[in-house]
């Protein structure tokens, strides 16, 4: 089962790149490629930046840069054309992720009957930490997120019941950061704000829409308690 870290990102947002990078590569499983899409990339410290990355020649990097002001949706979108792996781990270019973050995911896409995962954000925890458990964590599973999501049976409900994807579990999920495979790429897109139906909160959404029509569609889904991405 073949990883790709997808990490969609603008010229503005480039800074914690090569970080990211460093502690993916470092961590307990390497991933096979970390791709990089950076729209609106228009000054020269931005090209100087990814120009440096590129120049390290890391051997599962890519780099895909443009002057195109498009959105973080379509960004998002373009995981499909760009990367190559059997599971896509969407990445926030504002956090870091832990080190153990690949081998977790592939272990329980591995070892459960899902195809999205969810999990939070931490201010420090799991950031160096190597070990885990899945004997011992914290998850929640499709058939119980169904049930609480859709009682009505219906997916246009979904914001009576909703509001922060897993709160309703104590758990708040990196909705930036959504592991998924590549099949729900082909079949589930992310929406611009204006294409969201069920979301009615502030932000764009597209992450809530995404999540909620897989859940809907396959009943597949799993959040875990353990976070997997670090704001620091």
């Not at 790149?17 to 899409?37: A, C, F």
């Not at 998002?76 to 956090?95: C, R, S």
């Amino acid at each position: 089962m073949s990883i790709s870290v997808y990490i969609p990102t603008d010229g503005e947002r480039l800074s914690k790149l090569d970080d990211i990078i460093n502690i993916y590569n470092n961590g307990t499983l390497k991933p096979d490629e970390i791709v990089i899409s950076a729209f609106c990339v228009v000054k020269e410290e931005h090209l100087t930046y990814l120009r440096d990355i590129h120049n390290k020649k890391y051997d599962n990097v890519k780099i895909y840069a443009g002057k195109n002001l498009g959105t973080t949706a379509e960004n998002l979108n373009y995981a499909l054309k760009f990367t190559i792996g059997d599971l896509v781990l969407f990445h926030d270019p504002l956090k870091y992720p832990s080190v153990v973050r690949v081998e977790m995911v592939k272990q329980l896409f591995e070892t459960q009957d899902i195809n999205v995962l969810h999990h939070p954000s931490s201010v420090s925890e799991g950031f160096a930490d190597r070990t885990f458990s899945l004997e011992h964590m914290d998850i929640i599973r499709s058939d119980e997120i169904y049930r609480r999501y859709f009682p009505l049976r219906g997916v246009k409900n979904s914001w009576i019941c909703c509001r922060n994807y897993g709160q309703e579990f104590s758990i708040i999920a990196d909705m930036s950061s959504i592991c998924t495979t590549r099949e729900m790429l082909t079949n589930i897109k992310w929406k611009e704000r204006h294409e969201c139906e069920y979301y009615r909160g502030n932000s764009e959404g597209f992450g809530y829409e995404f999540s909620m029509e897989i859940l809907y569609t396959y009943n597949k889904s799993l959040i875990i308690g353990s976070p997997l991405t670090v704001i620091k």
